[in-house]
């Protein structure tokens, strides 16, 4: 098969789960969403429409990959992940944070509802992230044990090990300016929720412990190239490829790869951590859709 | 038994309860806590010294009403709670939101630490609450089936049909300013957490399914009776009483139970929905400390 083939073949791929993920996700809206219509069409607003859903998409493509059988439990979980990532996006962009005005191509959540919803909006996604997932059982069968391992990573990654931790070395760095500082940014503000979204589509499949560490490990990996790139995208990206406000990391003197290394060395660190990624992947069965995905988090153009 | 004795019981049984509340909670963070120490001092600053722990106190009371012998586990339940009720506490108090400088006697989490770190500190809480939960098993042996349970009824208080519908409608009004429209407040911004805390003490016991729904609605009358006191208390308590500012409801126009019905009917409305509550718990064991903290919800000077 020629890699144009290929290509096609993964955008394909790639689309269909997307299309997967988000019909699941209004699915799970109608199911879950009550009070005043404003915060609903404020959730709505912030979950729908936009987003490349690679999280989602990296968690039921590593259930595939281990041959999981949990399909719809799995798609909700993945679901669940994204919007525990739109949540973060969401505060991320409020005035006393990034500031943000631009997201996902439209007026971030606070330009269009106000900072006091945009808060209550984030807040509510946090919610909605962990009712999805402590409900599966009920709504499809997915085991309490699995639903309390998946709830477990998820909540682990995001709080002050995770996210946290990587938002507020974000808004206050702390050592030097190197690359084991921006690293270690990297890792608790995007590799952690990355990883997480790929372990909880290993442990959805139940492979034996090492498996799942193998994936976790992956997942870091790519997890840190994704954010490589993503600074390397803020330095030379235009608006309407990004679908945010580009330069913003330049000007808020923000710690990145590219400040620190160059957009060059950048490029080239991420296209180790994905060649690590697809290393801790091997032998686990077939890897090309994943292997796919990995290529794509280096080429991507927003 | 004189009611003053009954009265010395009830209150060292609280501080008892309180206590161990206290304990757990400063282990629970230090197993839990991680990342720069900016944010876990503003985590251990919102959690730690100050508050009531009225929603951990009643779902341990709750369990031991049924007999439950969970205690360790229950108890971290009641800690994860306490953590979901003090980051709305934090988020509310944000200049967007209720713009308050005072919390449980001391400077808010976004006058001490600024706003970003305060966004960032009840994120990372109601995360913590969810990890504290899904942990459990691991640590104590609560079954996965009583985990997933207990984090969808938080999960589903803490969402857009509970909390955040509550502190939506009371930023922004809908229809009119009557009883119906507070006490749909009142329910969604409270009593769903109230009854939430009391149904998990329940469900952690493992009584029969017609106990829990009687607890649950015991808990939405209590809540809803907590609240109007709290209205009550804005409009006549001084600051150091109260440990926040007083008169705040009055000064933002907000619907309260006092503004619509005035003082009496209130503390008269609180009451009944007080007894209400009893009669739903009656028969279901030794109601005495259950009965004794309803009473003292309608009593409270802070």
Known sequence: MSARTQHVDFEKKFDATRTRVNQRLSELLDLYLGGPPRIQDAVRYVLLDGGKRLRPILCVWTHDLLDGTNDDACLDVAVAIECLHTYTLVHDDLPCMDDDDLR????????????????????????????????????????????????????????????????????????????????????????????????????IADPVDDVRGRVRLAGLSAGEAFQIIDDVLDVEAEVDTLG??????????????????????????????????KTQLEGLGDTSALEAILDFLIVRKR
């Open 104 to 203: 996902r191509g439209k007026p971030s959540c606070h330009k269009q509802f106000g900072e006091a919803i945009a808060v209550l909006t984030g807040d509510a996604v946090q919610s909605l992230c962990f009712e999805i997932v402590s409900d599966i059982e009920r709504r499809i069968g997915l085991t309490p044990r699995h639903a309390a391992a998946v709830t477990r990573i998820i909540a682990r990654a995001a709080g002050t090990r995770g996210l946290i931790a990587g938002q507020t070395l974000d808004l206050y760095p702390e050592g030097k300016r190197d690359l084991s500082a921006v690293s270690r940014v990297h890792r608790a503000k995007t590799a952690e929720l990355i990883a997480a979204a790929m372990e909880s589509g290993a442990v």
């Open 244 to 277: 945010k406000t580009p330069r913003k990391d330049l000007s808020s003197g923000k710690l990145t790869y590219p400040s620190v290394a160059g957009a060059d060395a950048s490029r080239a660190r991420a296209a180790e951590l994905v060649s690590r990624a």
